[in-house]
Structure formats: C-alpha cells, structure tokens
C-alpha cells in the first residue's frame, strides 16, 4: 500500500518498528498497518487533501492488479 502510495507521488512511511510482542500484542499488528504522513503535508490545502484521497481510492481501486504484480 506505501509503495503503491508513494508511486503515485504521495510521500508517507509505515512509522514505528514493532516493538516485541510480548510486550504489547497488538503494537506489531498495528505497526504493519499504519501509514504515517507528515504533519506538514497534513497542513496542505483542500486540493492536497483531495489528492492524498484520490491515490488511496486509487490504490484501492487497483488492489488487485497491484498484488498479482
């Protein structure tokens, strides 16, 4: 989901490292989900945040094709 993000020109990271599961059991799963974007890309205009929602419904889109790549 990041990789296919960020080639549509939507810079994010998946965070934090899992921390080990003994510890706390849901942080690894939680870890493998996040996507983290910047605050300051967060600050952007209506038209940045329309964009950012336009790739995931992209991404969403094609999930499919992307997986069997």
Do not use: H
Not at 50 to 67: L, W
Request: aromatic share 6%.
């Amino acid at each position: 989901f990041i990789k296919a993000l960020r080639a549509e020109g939507i810079p994010c990271s998946s965070g934090y490292e899992p921390m080990s599961p003994e510890t706390c059991p849901v942080n690894q799963k939680l870890c493998s989900q996040a996507v983290w974007f910047t605050q300051t890309m967060l600050l952007d205009t209506r038209t940045g945040m329309e964009q950012i929602a336009e790739a995931i419904a992209k991404v969403e889109k094609n999930a499919g094709a992307i997986r069997a790549a």
